[in-house]
């Protein structure tokens, strides 16, 4: 039997002639063509990897730098007008040492501020829902106003309340259809029974109205020759309590119609029952007249802002909260859509003055 140690010659020698391990060498196996493929795959997998991350780490850095580049770009092109605003200011005041920068400020300020803005901040206070009434009758009005300061024949001032005519007066009777639009060829108006006014969208604390004075038509029958001949506006007076006038003040009246194409402006109503809204808008068209039947005598202003049913009376404002004019209604879709009339601040005036009332700017 053979010997375990014999064969690999271990520590017992066999001198009896013991058989002499061969050892053979094997031939080196090549290396697998599966497993050099595999880590290649592997390689570019991970190598696209990191391409893509370092793509998407571009594209962020390039974004926010856009970005910030943009922010700093607009900052740049703001303070550049603000800038402009400034030096043109100082320009017309010759000693600019009596005059402080927080009034520079405040003036330049006011010129960077829109319409819409401003009316949202202020105008608001000073405008009411207007609500006509018959008894026994579904007879209804919901129009807006805006209050004012005139002064009387006497000297005495007060707040009154500018609106549309066609807002307190209906029509009683009319010969061939409904008038003014050129539906009827004469009609007679009269006021409604009951007009009251609130502020905001607490109709609970309103305010009684009377008419103090109303243009285009008034208890007698006009034809649209008459109505040609008169402005559609009323002016209105509190009959009992008056409006605390420091929480809704007065607002002013532009002296003269000078907006003109592109002015920013902003419109203030109660359109559709909406509750207290701003419309922004350009003037279209400077102060001219109206050759339409059926929108009164006067100067108008034609422009973009939406104007919806209950905005008839409100304030036409711009960026200082003046009154340009008193919103009179929209053009006809099918002729153009946001296209609207207000009746011009130099009408206004003249209408009030023959009342015996001179607007006086609020204090």
């Known amino acids: 039997m053979d010997r375990f140690d014999d064969f690999f010659g271990g520590d017992t020698q066999n001198d009896g002639g013991g058989y002499t391990p061969v050892y053979h ?39 926010s730098l856009k970005s910030e580049i ?44 829109s319409a819409a803005k401003v009316a949202g901040e202020q105008t608001t206070k000073s405008v009411v829902n207007i609500i006509a009434r018959n008894s026994g009758a579904n007879t209804y009005s919901s129009s807006s106003g805006f ?42 108006f009269a006021e409604y029974e009951t007009i009251t006014c609130y502020f905001g969208n607490d109709d ?80 279209c068209s400077p102060a001219h007249s109206m050759l339409e039947q059926g929108w009164g005598y006067g100067q108008f202003y034609t422009i973009s802002a939406a104007v919806n049913s209950g905005n008839s009376g409100g304030p036409l404002v711009n960026n200082r909260n003046e009154v340009l004019g008193v919103v009179e209604a929209s053009m006809n879709v099918e002729v153009a859509e946001n296209i609207g009339y207000a009746v011009a601040a130099s009408t206004l005036i003249t209408f009030l003055e023959e009342y015996g009332l001179t607007v006086v700017d609020p204090v």
């Open 25 to 63: 060498t094997p031939d080196p196996a090549p290396a697998p063509e599966r497993g050099i493929k595999r880590w290649v795959v592997v390689l570019m997998v991970v190598i696209s990897v990191i391409m893509c991350l370092a793509l998407i780490v571009n594209i962020v850095v390039l974004t």
């Open 204 to 283: 609970s604390d309103s305010y009684t109205l009377s008419v103090v004075g109303c243009g285009s038509y008034y208890d007698e029958e006009v034809n649209s020759t008459d109505y040609q001949r008169e402005p559609d506006l009323a002016v209105l007076e509190f009959t009992s309590a008056q409006p605390d006038s420091s929480e809704h003040p007065s607002l002013a009246v532009a002296k003269s119609d000078t907006a003109t194409y592109g002015d920013d402006i902003a419109i203030v109503g109660y359109p559709v029952y909406e509750g207290v809204s701003v419309s922004d808008g350009v003037i």
């Open 70 to 113: 943009a922010s700093e770009y607009a900052a740049t092109i703001k303070q550049a007008i603000y800038d402009e605003y400034y030096q043109a200011i100082k320009d017309v005041v010759d000693d600019t040492g009596m005059v402080s920068d927080d009034l520079i400020d405040a003036v330049v300020g006011a010129v960077n501020t």
């Open 147 to 188: 209050l004012i300061t005139a002064e009387d024949s006497s000297g005495g001032r007060k707040q009154y309340v500018v609106t549309n005519a066609h807002c307190v007066l209906y029509a009683k009777q009319s010969s061939t259809g409904f008038f003014p639009g050129g539906m009827g060829t004469s009609a007679t």
